[in-house]
């Protein structure tokens, strides 16, 4: 049997009421050489084994303990059989053309290219249009990549894949960081394929958002030395001319409010100017389709 050109990750856990859209998301891709794999993490509902066994023998079932989202895409990643890996969530889906256009670009890129990302679109909780770059010096103080990125398998390899300590969500952001210090770099494809399910119950909106200090420590820690002064500068002066959002004094300001405070505090208050920033962004209508528009 050929190896496919691209194996599609999907970490799961009690997900069996997602399984049809999944499905449906991945047999109207026009690139059709790929595999899926889906990892069942430990689920615990009744009707996840049968849903599960009763899927095309053509998708791999893999079952484990449960590690986390972290430990289940490792082990999809350690599966694949494609040069190139999809990570893909239970709930999320991807327009039809997103494996076409990103793994012709992966193909065609050089090896430094270590991944290639397209902007969201909104569902759910929310709706719209949430563009996504590339910038090395934004990526240390907020993730700005999708977790749903088309990833050179080799790039995971040799960054180490996902931490599996980071259970509180966001541990793309992590890896993400982790492509970056491997001297890989991404590229963008301004156009909303990928479609991001937005919970209000969700790990995003109600449990990761609220941890940010907590979460951002850990990062710190992994990699202290791209946070020391001289390697921000560094970074900030190579990246100034791409699309950001942080400027150097906020960088500043967050670190030093992240040493000051107590972490709880901390939490809080960056949470807080998050919903206020969502608040705004919805209210200009950044995200809405009538302000963005469909492609």
């Known amino acids: 049997m050929s190896e496919p050109t691209v194996s599609v990750v999907v970490p799961f856990y009690n997900g069996a009421r997602f399984l049809d859209g999944l499905c449906a998301s991945l047999a109207s891709q026009t690139f059709r050489d790929f595999e899926t794999i889906i990892v069942d993490d430990g689920s615990t509902e009744a009707a996840t084994p049968q849903r599960l066994a009763d899927l095309d023998p053509e998708i791999r079932v893999l079952h484990q303990d449960n590690r986390g989202l972290a430990g289940a895409r490792n082990t999809g990643f350690r599966a694949a059989r494609g040069a190139f890996v999809l990570p893909l969530d239970q709930d999320d889906r991807i327009e039809p053309s997103f494996l076409a256009e990103t793994a012709a670009m992966l ?72 492509l970056l210090r491997a001297g890989f770099r991404g590229v963008e494809i301004a156009k909303p394929l990928f479609i991001y399910q937005v919970s209000s119950g969700g790990m995003l909106m109600s449990h990761a958002a609220q941890m940010h200090g907590t979460i951002w420590r850990h990062i710190r820690t992994n990699h202290r030395d791209l946070y020391r002064l001289p390697a921000l500068i ?35 208050l960056f949470y807080r100017l998050l919903t206020m920033t969502r608040a705004r962004r919805i209210d200009r209508g950044d995200y809405r389709q009538a302000s963005l528009g469909r492609p």
């Open 107 to 178: 193909r065609d890129a050089p090896a430094e290219v270590g991944f290639v990302f397209s902007h969201m679109r909104l569902a759910g909780a929310m709706d719209g249009v949430m563009p996504r770059h590339f910038n090395r010096f934004d990526q240390l103080f907020l993730n700005q990549l999708p977790y749903c990125m088309l990833i050179r398998r080799a790039a995971w390899q040799t960054a180490g894949g996902y931490d599996e300590a980071m259970r509180d969500g966001t541990e793309d952001w992590e890896f993400n960081i982790r």
């Open 234 to 268: 560094a970074a900030w002066r190579a990246n100034r001319a791409a699309p950001g959002k942080v400027w150097p004094l906020q960088a500043a300001g967050l670190l030093g409010l992240a040493k000051l405070l107590p972490e709880a505090w901390f939490n809080r």
